[in-house]
């Protein structure tokens, strides 16, 4: 029977489309003449449509057209150049989300739209803390849908820690509330709350978000200490809309992106990090509890840029 992947080798897998495309856009790029400006607009161009964002794409472009190339560039060296400047865009955005409240619990809200692996994130933050050896609780606030309650029940059930639920349509507040009181009497470290992942109508959700914050400022003054956006990585360029959304009805504190391992729009990670600087708690890279973890910037440039 083969051994299971290991977590760097399922992120590298995850990104071979990613990859693979930004070297199908490079091909025929290279020259054995030094750089001129129409080859420097097409690696812009090529880096582009490849998803890491104008921004991310001139920035490489500077580098290039300031580096001596007199003797030209292969495919390799322009991964190499891609891989060091994604690396310096992903490092200052790396950061786990580290359990450091007193007094306990630390509250985390995640948000983001319907679809977007919500649940499952919530899920996986939790098994990553009890692999920390923390103690977890789970509030069911997104109340709109009872099978995201149904759902976020039975991942309670399989990582092994309690959750606190109510009625479809019930007051998300008030879970929040016996969340926070069970918790705190408890001892218990961490308490993640889903809540609602719906913006069509963007003042209902920004009016229950401010509610939940209400409750919890008269229980933990400090908390929510974390606002989580979980971003679906196959949606591409409407990533980049919904954090500037939930920026402003949520004020989100950090980032974690799924479904990375079926996509050929990683790049997206990086447009986000450039364009927001938010922090990147985590990604996903598969289905398994295992499959969201904290990311290595230098590992995670390399990846994208094929140059490993």
């Known amino acids: 029977m083969s051994e299971k992947p290991g977590w760097r080798e399922r ?3 995850g990104f071979k489309k990613t990859s693979s495309k930004l070297t199908d856009n490079l091909a025929g790029l290279v020259t054995k003449s030094k750089l001129d400006a129409d080859t420097l607009d097409a690696i812009e161009e090529a880096l582009i449509v490849s998803d890491l964002g104008p ?11 300031s580096s001596r190339f007199d003797k ?3 495919l390799a060296g322009i991964r190499q150049v891609v891989a060091d400047e994604l690396t310096e865009i992903l490092a200052p955005v790396a950061k786990p989300l580290e359990i450091e409240a007193f007094p306990r619990p630390q509250v985390i809200l995640v948000i983001g739209v319907n679809g977007s692996g919500k649940t499952t994130t919530i899920a996986k933050l939790a098994h990553l803390f009890v692999e920390q050896d923390y103690g ?3 509030a069911a606030g997104d109340t709109f849908r009872a099978a995201a309650i ?4 039975v991942w309670a059930d399989r990582v092994g820690v309690p959750i606190i639920t109510g009625p479809e349509g019930g007051d998300s507040a008030s879970i929040v509330f016996d969340a926070v009181k069970k918790a705190t009497a408890e001892g218990i470290d961490v308490l993640i709350v889903d809540t609602a992942g719906r913006l069509q109508n963007k003042s209902e959700l920004m009016d229950e978000l401010a509610k939940i914050r209400r409750v919890l400022g008269r229980l933990n003054p400090a908390a929510p200490h974390d606002v989580v956006l979980v971003l679906d990585a196959t949606t591409g360029q409407n990533a980049l809309s919904q954090i500037e959304v939930f920026k402003e009805v949520a004020g989100v504190t950090g980032l974690v992106m799924t479904k990375l391992d079926g996509s050929a729009r ?14 990147i708690h985590a990604i996903g890279v598969g289905e398994s509890m295992e499959d969201l973890r904290p990311f290595d910037p ?10 490993a």
């Open 298 to 307: 230098r590992d995670l440039a390399t990846a994208i840029a094929g140059s």
């Open 11 to 13: 992120m590298f897998g």
């Open 72 to 74: 030209g560039i292969d």
């Open 136 to 138: 977890v609780l789970l």
């Open 266 to 279: 990683g790049g997206i990670l990086v447009a986000a990090a450039k364009q927001f600087g938010l922090p």
């Open 150 to 153: 149904g759902q976020l029940k």
């Open 55 to 65: 921004a991310t794409a001139a920035q490489i472009r500077d580098t290039l057209a």
